[in-house]
């Protein structure tokens, strides 16, 4: 028997379970009521990382919670923003730093909270084969011939170096603003040495191109491989499959993964405007709930269930490439140039290494590299940053959902944080791909210490 709990009488009965520890585990999850609102619908985008609602949704863990799951592919992320911003969406697998930026007001200024994260990694920076070519003289090779990796930006800056001396634009792709995959390619081209541009939204320029070396514009996921085909872009960072089609149809090739840029790096989360959370407190739990559940699948027993996963999401109503395309990465493995397979078992991570919980460190980090290519145009405080983060990711949430999953004997409380003693932190992180260090507590003194990009005091 379930009771329904006022959203507030939840919060409070998490605080004290956080400090009284896993004996008000139960007691929580006989507080758990009915969904308040039972049909719903979801957006997403045709990325392999969208994985975590369409195995909820197949696998029944949405109608275990008495939630009935419509779920509809959406054209680019604004389009997605826009839905769950008025309501024609519920919820929607979203770029990270959509829900940041949105509450901040960078672009549409709206309320999003997220009590998931969707997953680790997933991405890549793919060049046509013309830049290839040029590049790889520049990339010293192993004992077989092959390149050695991680390949890092410097060997594209003679390439970037040409085209500026000879009077063309070296254009590139990424999916959104605000996107991983935007702060991702800057910071592999900034470590290499070439400037990705600044923005300056005080004096209304949201290009990103001020001061650039390599000019950054958006392309919606799909359209990348025809995109770059059709020489528009020269490169690109997107998700999954979108790296391997490139491979496949034998016109780029991916030269790094985010893995390799930021080892186990948070990718997508899911959002929720902070209304909805409010009025649907249970609800919100459930999906929290589900997901989590769906996570878990896709990572037990060393990716077992992978292989069923990728004939899931290769169906058209979810991403829609062909199979061999989506399991070239999902599986455990990643092909760079054509006939280059690597094994990266980590390219995907969606529950391992605490991939759901939504910390507080992570959405700093988006923070920081907003701030420093002049998205947040002004200095701000370390504790703005905290405050920041935790208006958008809400551990508490995600807190009563596991604990839940773990009176219902569906999950282990060691296959969570510690929340007796989890303050929303990840430790510091030091798998970078120029080494630089990052400290969720200090984003200024992080922010400092780039060669390119603001610092503190400095504004455009």
Known sequence: ???????????????????????????????????????????????????????????????????????????????????VIDGRLDGAHMLAGQPIAATMGFGTKADIITPFSMDLNGNGITVSNAIWEQMKPNIPTQADGKPVHPIKADALKPVVEKYKADGKPFNMGMVFPVSTHNYELRYWLAAGGIHPGFYAPHKGDISGQIDADALLSVTPPPQMPATLEAGTIYGYCVGEPWNQQAVFKNIGVPVVTDYEIWKDNPEKV???????????????????????????????????????????????????????????????????????????????????????????????????????WGQIPDDKSDAWYKELAAKVYRPDIYQAAAQSLVADKLARADQFPDFANEDGFRDPQTHFIDGIVYNGHKPNEYIDKFTIGLKSGQKL
Request: hydrophobic content about 40%; overall charge negative.
């Open 1 to 83: 028997m379930y009771w329904k709990t006022p959203f507030k009488k939840l919060a409070a009965m998490l605080a004290l379970a956080a400090g009284l520890g896993a004996g008000m585990t139960s007691a929580y999850a006989a507080e758990l009521g009915y969904p308040e609102k039972e049909e719903l619908t979801f957006g997403f985008i045709k990325l392999t990382d969208m994985a975590p609602i369409a195995i909820a949704y197949e696998k029944g863990f949405f109608e275990d919670e008495g939630l009935y799951v419509t779920i509809e592919a959406q054209a680019n992320w604004k389009v997605l923003l826009d839905g």
């Open 270 to 372: 899911f959002g929720i405007t902070r209304e909805f959370a409010e009025k649907y407190p249970n609800t919100t739990v459930r999906i929290t709930r589900a997901l989590i559940r769906a996570a878990m699948w896709l990572d037990e027993n060393n990716n077992k269930n992978r292989p069923e996963a990728v004939k899931i999401l290769s169906r058209s109503n979810y991403v829609g490439a062909d199979y061999d395309v989506i399991a070239n990465s999902m599986t455990g493995t990643f092909e760079y140039e054509k006939g280059d397979k690597r094994e990266v078992p980590d390219f995907n991570v969606f529950f391992r290494y605490n991939a759901t919980y939504p910390y507080y460190s992570d959405a700093i980090w988006y923070l920081t590299q907003m701030r420093r």
